[in-house]
């Protein structure tokens, strides 16, 4: 990630799946995924943005309540 910037240099070219993680990152969300969420992100690879998908996670984390960052764990 760049230090000023904060944009990741070819991410356009990444897996669909990195480029997820990369703007749930950026969200604030913790990367680790649930396997409904790992099923998302297949399903939806063909017809929806990675950061539209990663907003999609962040929303339904937050529905259920879920702490959406490591700093709430320690």
């Given at each position: 990630?760049?230090?000023?910037?904060?944009?990741?240099?070819?991410?356009?070219?990444?897996?669909y799946r990195d480029q997820v993680l990369v703007h749930l990152i950026r969200c604030g969300e913790d990367n680790r995924l649930s396997a409904d969420e790992e099923q998302k992100i297949t399903r939806v690879a063909r017809f929806l943005p990675a950061h539209q998908c990663a907003q999609e996670i962040s929303a339904t984390r937050a529905s259920r309540g879920k702490p959406n960052d490591l700093r709430q764990e320690n």
């Amino acid at each position: 990630m760049g230090l000023y910037t904060d944009t990741v240099k070819g991410l356009h070219r990444a897996p669909y799946r990195d480029q997820v993680l990369v703007h749930l990152i950026r969200c604030g969300e913790d990367n680790r995924l649930s396997a409904d969420e790992e099923q998302k992100i297949t399903r939806v690879a063909r017809f929806l943005p990675a950061h539209q998908c990663a907003q999609e996670i962040s929303a339904t984390r937050a529905s259920r309540g879920k702490p959406n960052d490591l700093r709430q764990e320690n």
